[in-house]
């Protein structure tokens, strides 16, 4: 398994967070080979984690991102890294 880690900034959390439920979310969960995802946030900084069957479809993933991404969110970081341990 492979996660693809994202950094961001948001201008208004609130707004954001809404297209981040409406939009990004389901177009993630239905990527190939898809796992699980958690989008956490505190304050204007967000970090996300999306795990995925393979190295492959993450970086897939992961260079999907840039195009995903609503205005107004700020994309910091974007990593690709292999599962080495899950509980």
């Known amino acids: 398994m492979h996660a ?6 948001v201008d208004d959390p609130e707004a954001s967070e809404q297209r981040l439920r409406e939009e990004v979310v389901p177009q993630a969960s239905r990527a190939p080979g898809f796992q699980a995802g958690y989008w956490t946030r505190e304050g204007n ?4 984690m999306a795990i995925f069957d393979s190295e492959e479809n993450a970086r897939a993933a ?3 991102i840039p195009a995903m ?3 107004g969110v700020n994309v910091e970081g974007v990593e690709v890294r292999a599962v080495v341990a899950s509980a």
């Open 45 to 48: 900084s967000g970090l996300s």
């Open 69 to 71: 991404v609503p205005d």
């Open 62 to 64: 992961a260079d999907r």
């Open 4 to 9: 693809v880690v994202v950094r961001v900034t």
